[in-house]
Every structure is written in C-alpha cells, then in structure tokens.
C-alpha cells in the first residue's frame, strides 16, 4: 500500500520525483536507475536534491555492482579510497563487514574529517542487509546550526577543533568487543591524521552555515579537555536531536546518498550476529570555510612514504 500523497512529493527538481522521508532530512527518489550512464542533466537534478534534502534514499538497484556503483559515484567527482583502511582488490570502495572487526559505524559522525579537505559526497550500497535491525540514522547539521540560540551561535561561530582518527572509539559505546578495538589500533589508525576544522562552515553550494562535530573531534583548539567535552557535548546534542534526523530501514540493494558537508550518520548495531555488509564510493571534498574566510588545516599526517602508498592505490585503481 502506497503512502505518497501530494504533500509528500518533491517535484521541484527537474524530473525527479521524491518522497519526504522526515520533516527536516531526507528523500526517496522513486523511479530511476542509478548508473554512470546517467544523462548529464539526471546527476545535476541529484546534485541539487541532495543540497536541499541532504541524504537521498534508492530502492532496487540490484543492477549495480562494485564496478557500476564506483562508475556512478564518479559522475559526482573525484572519487578516493580511504586513507588508512584497505579497499577490496582492484577497487576504491569502503567496505563495512559486521562480520569483521572495523564494520560497524555505530557512532555519530562525518566521513573522514580528520583529513583537511574531507569528503563532500558518499554513497552507501546495501550488499547483504539483515532481515531486522541495522538501519541507519542521518542528521541534518545545518538545521541543527539554525536552531542555536543566537548566544550559542555566536559561541560556535567562533569555534576551531581537532579532528583525528585517533579518537577515543569507546567513548560513546557501551561495550566494544576486542576484535573491534584491534582493528581500529592495527588498520584504521596505521597512519594518523588531524585536521582543524572550524566548529561552523559555510556551505560551498547552498550557503548554509552547518555544524561541523562528530566522534572524530579530539578537542576545542584553545581550551582544555574538560571545557571542550562540555562545548563539544553541548553543541553535539542539538545535531542529534531526534527532529533533525531521519532513519532509514534499509532492503537488499537500497543505495543512500549523503551530503557529507551538511550531515552526520549513526549505523545502529542492533542486528545481532546476522550479516550486514555495506560498501561506500567516496567523493573527494575541499577545506570548510569558516565564517570568517579561514580553511580548514592540516596538523598531521603521515610520512610521504605513507602517502605514496596511498597515491599508488588511487591510481591503480583509477
């Protein structure tokens, strides 16, 4: 039984229909089939629904494989593996394995801000989807931004932090099992990164000033680690309250799109020892800009050596 009414439906973009998922965050868009064969004006029209829904939700594209799914994101830009954990031969694809130590994202956070110029887009392809539980919960940062009281915008505004990969993984997680900590030691901190990004950026294509937080941040710069855990927790709950979000019961070969810029995401971990395995094509970004013109900066990152590793894995697989 369909719910779509009138009210419901985005016909504003071009040819795309899309259905409102929640009241702040969120569109389905119905009837397409996603492929880097797209017409030119089809990845416009997404381009554009994505600044103004912030994530976009897919049914059915059992068509798409590893190869089709890394043909598509690279309609949207440059597209990068992740900087310390492996990808599956012969592809730039982030793979999330609940079976495996590192699979579950199951804090709030943005992609990769522990680098300067984080990533602007990623799109999430749902391999092997559980048969309950394991849906994912996105938040809109901008609205969250709008919503301060203007005293704590003005706070905000003036606000830098650390972000790195070296966070503290189990700060927010009730029990971590050893496999996962061993993973997040041995493969997602191999090489450390930190970045500094203003705590409030301005959108590169909306305008929007949105919050930029998440479980990568480390601390405030300029103030001790107790008066950044406060800031940092104060500010970090008005993203995640629960009108801000929206949450996504996932189906086999669902695919989501997300503004990194604009967003954080939680995967809850509620499925058990069931099988869930997702994989992400990763679209390169640019510095934030804060309100005052300054770019987001680097503080840390590995040896060249390291990076030439990277860089060596990018264009193998480009």
């Known amino acids: 039984m369909s719910h779509d009414t009138s009210s419901s439906i985005d016909t504003s973009i071009g040819d795309l229909r899309i259905r409102r998922v929640a009241g702040h965050i969120g569109g ?16 416009e029209q997404l381009n554009n629904a994505l600044v103004k829904h912030k ?141 500094e990004h203003p705590v409030v950026h301005v959108h590169p294509v909306s305008g929007e000033r949105a919050l930029l937080l998440g479980h990568f941040v480390k601390k405030l710069v300029g103030l001790s680690s107790t008066e950044s855990a406060r800031i940092f927790e104060l500010l970090q709950n008005r993203v995640t309250r629960l009108e801000n979000t929206v949450r996504w019961s996932w189906q086999q070969d669902d695919v989501a799109i997300w503004d990194n810029r604009a967003t954080q995401h939680f995967a809850i971990n509620d499925y058990g020892t069931q099988p869930r395995l997702v994989r992400r094509v990763t679209v390169h970004g640019e510095p934030a800009v804060a309100l005052d013109g300054q770019r987001s900066r680097t503080r840390v990152r590995p040896e060249a050596t390291n990076d030439a590793r990277i860089d060596e894995l990018i264009s193998a697989t480009a």
Do not use: C, M
């Open 28 to 43: 389905e868009v119905q009837d397409i089939k996603l492929g880097g064969d797209l017409p030119a004006h089809v990845i």
């Open 55 to 195: 994530v976009l939700f897919f049914r059915g594209q059992k068509h798409l494989d590893d190869r089709k799914h890394q043909a598509f994101g690279a309609r949207f830009g440059r597209t990068v593996a992740h900087p310390t954990v492996p990808s599956p031969q012969g592809t730039k694809l982030f793979e999330l394995d609940a079976s495996k130590g590192g699979g579950r994202a199951d804090s709030w956070h943005t992609d990769v801000t522990f680098v300067d110029a984080f990533p602007k887009i990623s799109i999430l392809r749902g391999v092997t989807i559980p048969a309950y539980g394991g849906d994912t919960v996105w938040a809109n940062t901008a609205v969250a931004y709008q919503r301060l009281p203007a005293h704590l915008k003005q706070l905000a505004d003036s606000l830098w932090a650390i972000h790195g990969n070296d966070y503290d993984y189990g700060a927010d997680r009730v029990q971590v099992e050893e496999e996962r900590l061993r993973h997040h030691r041995n493969v997602f901190v191999s090489a450390i990164y930190e970045a």
